[in-house]
């Protein structure tokens, strides 16, 4: 009974355990829902100190899909698969063709992805095994770097948060706070500079902070300072859990719209915090949907340019987040996922009516 008491089984509608001793593969792909369509969701290796932390990570990253692709208006359910070992043992073809094999065998309900600790050419190899496989390298025939997606559509998902808490989404003298000049926040600050915002910027890097405020005229503040600045925005781009006790108290921004991943440290306590303070919070999955909305493109005929018009549904898909969250005086992290919630019930039941105009996948 262990497993299925498991307090994260969450309707999941399958979990696929693989180990095969001629390998060595040990691994897990948890189908969340496919209401929406199949179980998109990235591959992640890591060491797990066991089956049940590795079983609880997959459970748990899964739902996160199911709810992403929802929100983001996406013909897609939510999936996720852990390869569990060191990097540096498991990360080869034998391992992630064996990986191919497992994903085949579910008939295409769920599609791999690039994740943590996984690389375009692994993909390459469980492409070898399988076609349920996307968000490949370019040269593969794929959607390639998802970064200026993601990107654009945090600057979209801003302009909504602007919009609902000043009347105007126009960045004209507004000033930004962005923590990371990763891949997203790099691209992200050409839009905000673009767009006339004034923007401070931090990173561990300082050969990337360097960069920045060289060549695009920004300026630099140290990494506690960043979220004590006196500005509308603050944009986390860098690290999860940045949102806690001690950097509540300190934010002076009336908004934190960024692409940072879990960016509250505690989803329930500090959403409720946010709403108390009166700072406006876009829910990172939410606002954070570029790259998937442009892997999505792969199962159509690729278009970047129609990718970046489907970034821009997050405007209105955030909008309709805020609303709810004012009307109901929930967080809006709770409003997302009443949001989402809403899609799958409605949309999914509309496929269970046409059950054979569900497929998305035709490669
Ligand atoms: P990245 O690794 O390229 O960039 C992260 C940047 O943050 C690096 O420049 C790093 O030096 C900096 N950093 C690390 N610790 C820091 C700290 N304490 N203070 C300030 N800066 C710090 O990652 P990315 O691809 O740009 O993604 C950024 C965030 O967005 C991550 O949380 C990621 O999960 C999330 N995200 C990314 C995508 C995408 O398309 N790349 C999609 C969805 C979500």
Avoid at 119 to 145: C, F, H, I, N
Avoid at 166 to 172: D, Y
Wanted: charged share 25%.
């Amino acid at each position: 009974m262990g497993y299925f008491s498991s307090p994260d089984l969450h309707n999941h509608e399958q979990v696929v355990f693989a180990s095969d001793s001629e390998t060595g593969l040990k691994a897990i792909i948890a189908i969340h829902n496919t209401s929406l369509g199949p179980a998109l969701g990235g591959c992640r290796v890591w060491n797990y100190k066991d089956g049940d932390q590795a079983l609880r990570d997959v459970l748990r990253l899964s739902e996160g899909m199911t709810y992403k692709s929802a929100l983001a208006g996406l013909n897609l359910g939510g999936g996720k698969s852990v390869i569990i070992g060191d990097p540096k043992v498991v990360s080869t073809e034998r391992m992630f063709r064996a990986f191919g094999r497992l994903v085949d065998s579910l008939g295409g309900r769920y599609i791999a992805a690039e994740d943590v600790n996984t690389t375009p050419r692994m993909m390459e190899w469980v492409r070898d095994e399988t076609q349920y496989v996307a968000g490949l390298a370019k040269e593969l025939g794929g959607s390639g770097d998802p970064s200026p997606f993601t990107a654009y559509g945090t600057f979209v998902g801003m302009k909504s948060a602007l919009k609902k808490k000043f009347g105007s989404e126009s960045f004209e003298g507004r000033k930004v706070a962005l923590q990371g000049l990763g891949h997203v926040g790099m691209y992200l600050l050409d839009h905000l500079i673009d767009a006339g915002a004034k923007v401070v910027v931090t990173d561990i890097n300082k050969m990337k902070l360097a960069e920045a405020v060289a060549k695009k005229g920004v300026t630099a503040c140290g990494l506690e300072e960043i979220y004590s600045q006196d500005v509308d925005v603050f944009a986390p781009c860098a690290l999860g859990a940045i949102i806690n006790d001690t950097t509540i108290e300190e934010l002076k921004a009336p908004i934190i719209a960024g692409a940072a991943n879990n960016v509250l440290d505690n989803y329930e306590k500090h959403g409720r915090m946010l709403v108390d303070k009166g700072i406006l919070y876009a829910p990172d999955y939410a606002i954070n949907a570029g790259g998937v909305i442009n892997v999505y493109g792969e199962f159509e005929t690729y278009s970047e340019k129609r990718s970046f018009q489907r970034c821009d549904h997050i405007y209105d898909v955030l909008m309709e987040i805020y609303n709810r969250s004012e009307a109901e005086n929930i967080p809006t992290m709770e409003a997302a996922d009443k949001v989402a919630e809403d899609r799958i019930r409605d949309i999914g039941r509309l496929k269970q009516m046409h059950r054979s105009g569900s497929r998305i996948f035709n490669r």
